[in-house]
């Protein structure tokens, strides 16, 4: 059976803006296997969610462009019409959100919003439909189902609206699941409860998921591999536990030193010095040089591009390219 879910290659994401077009995400590729989990994380900025809403095909098209290849078993999201979209997202595709407050219905009961899209998607009766959501609720662990269903988000507390939300998602059985900072609004525990759901349910229902997020503490909990962004750009690619005994880029080594540890209750939480750069006012040669406590004087002048080194991690740094360029620049400054 075919192991590969979405491939993408070159998706680039531009806006227009008064001061201009501006490219939020810039010649991205990734791959996700079926019941694989894939983490994209970086801070706000780094063009994670941007990825996420053009590969549902969420974005604003009167303000946006998006080419490249989105090949979802072979179907290429980024050329549909937006019918076939719809379609798609009905059937195949889901997206959870942070907030659940802003995606669900203040007005409409819970498991009304959950048989929504089973009446729209799918040939299930009511009755049918009903039956499914309260096993979906069921599914994602809200007791008393048959009685939650018929009430209201105001009447569930952070984790269970985000539990309904997840059902939701669930709804038409989908193939690929997009998760965007679904814990970051609940309490630890809750998180740790949500992401335990997560893991669960891709094995389960053997789905591909693609987690956002600005944490790599979440990555580590539920994701197989793991791409980190910045300015719009993949800088590191990776399995996680690879990237997180090992980080290559020092965006990734600055983002793990981020995490705090709670055994260390003495010492000082670490943090990036700046921040990131605003997409109209981007530095010339790598965008996280201002930032880089490594870089050095040809970093300043030119864009490091992609390195895939032997066990097939991906690094975007003059540290791992050019090496003898890098050398030379040390020696004689930089000539360009
Ligand atoms: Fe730092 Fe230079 Fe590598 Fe960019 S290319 S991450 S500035 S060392």
């Known amino acids: 059976m075919e192991k590969e879910l979405l491939r993408v290659e070159g998706l680039t994401v531009k806006f227009r803006t008064y001061n201009g077009e501006v490219t939020a995400v810039n010649n991205l590729d990734l791959l996700l296997n079926k019941n694989e989990t894939l983490g994209i994380v970086g801070e706000s900025g780094s063009g994670k969610s941007i990825t996420s809403l053009s590969i549902m095909g969420l974005l604003d098209e009167a303000t946006s462009s998006v080419t490249g290849q989105a090949l979802f078993r072979g179907a290429d999201l980024v050329k549909m019409k937006e019918k076939e979209k719809q379609e798609y997202r009905g059937n195949h595709l889901a997206m959870i959100f942070q ?7 203040p007005l409409h009961k819970c498991g009304q919003q959950i048989i929504e899209s089973m009446l729209i998607h799918t040939d299930l009766t009511k009755s049918e ?11 994602v662990g809200i007791p008393a189902p048959e009685q939650r269903f018929n009430e209201y988000p105001h009447q569930m507390s952070g984790g269970m609206r985000q539990r309904i939300m997840i059902a939701m998602a669930l709804a038409c059985d989908p193939a690929l699941l997009i998760a965007d900072e679904p814990t970051t609004a609940l309490d630890v525990t809750i ?19 693609i987690m956002i997020t600005h944490d790599l503490g979440v990555v580590a909990e539920v994701c197989d591999r793991v791409i980190v962004m910045y300015t719009g750009k993949v800088v590191e690619q990776g399995l996680i536990r690879e990237i997180l005994d090992n980080p290559l880029h020092p965006y990734t080594e600055g983002l793990i030193a981020a995490i705090p540890n709670i055994q260390d209750q003495k010492g ?3 943090s990036i010095d700046g921040v990131v750069p605003q997409l109209t006012d981007m530095p010339q040669g790598c965008s996280f040089h201002p930032r880089c406590p490594y870089a050095m004087e040809i970093c300043k002048a030119r864009r490091p591009g992609i390195t895939t080194l032997e066990n097939g991690r991906k690094v975007r740094c003059f540290n791992y390219s050019m090496i003898e360029e890098v050398e030379e620049i040390k020696e004689n400054g930089v000539t360009t």
């Open 129 to 139: 439909a009903k039956a499914k959501a309260i096993d979906l609720l069921n599914l």
């Open 268 to 270: 000082k939480l670490s």
């Open 191 to 209: 998180q740790a409860q949500i992401l335990e759901l997560l893991k669960e349910l891709k094995d389960r229902l053997k789905m591909g998921i």
């Open 99 to 105: 907030e659940p407050m802003t995606s669900l219905n």
